[in-house]
């Protein structure tokens, strides 16, 4: 299989943010609050961090991520915009497409996020909150006629 470019822009606070502080995700108690554990916090005092940070994942990524042949075969490349929530656990949950490029593509990177290894949680206060993050994941064929 040939080599392709896995250009990682990662966008590392790139949150998608649709409340200020917390969106509902949960149920809500008999008083109508919020659960606490539920909320998913677009805005934290820590971020979420990859093990290993930016270099972990783009080591992770560069080795689980592959170009699926039919793809490469019709020079299909793009950017995919993965988004998913980092629970208080670090587990991945909730991952879906927000930018599609190709069925493809979106499949490659949605299972190689999927395969991702629990993360260091997002803190507000000290105490883990379960984050949204998106993270894009370019595909590139690399040509083979780069001049230096």
């Not at 008999?30 to 979420?48: A, H, I, L, W, Y």
């Amino acid at each position: 299989m040939k080599k392709f470019l896995f250009l990682p822009i990662f966008a590392f606070g790139l949150m998608v943010p649709e409340q200020a502080e917390a969106q509902d995700v949960g149920a809500k108690d008999s008083t109508s609050k919020v659960s606490s554990e539920n909320k998913v916090f677009e805005t934290m005092d820590q971020k979420p961090e990859f093990p290993g940070g930016r270099q972990g994942l783009m080591i992770f990524l560069s080795q689980n991520l592959t170009y699926p042949k039919e793809a490469e075969k019709n020079r299909i490349e793009g950017k995919v915009l993965v988004q998913f929530i980092v629970n208080r656990d670090g587990s991945i949950v909730d991952s879906r497409v927000i930018k599609s490029v190709h069925p493809l593509l979106d499949a490659e990177a949605l299972r190689v996020v999927n395969l991702m290894p629990k993360w260091k949680p997002g803190e507000v206060k000290g105490k883990p909150v379960r984050v949204r993050y998106a993270l894009p994941v370019t595909f590139k064929i690399p040509t083979d006629d780069l001049k230096y």
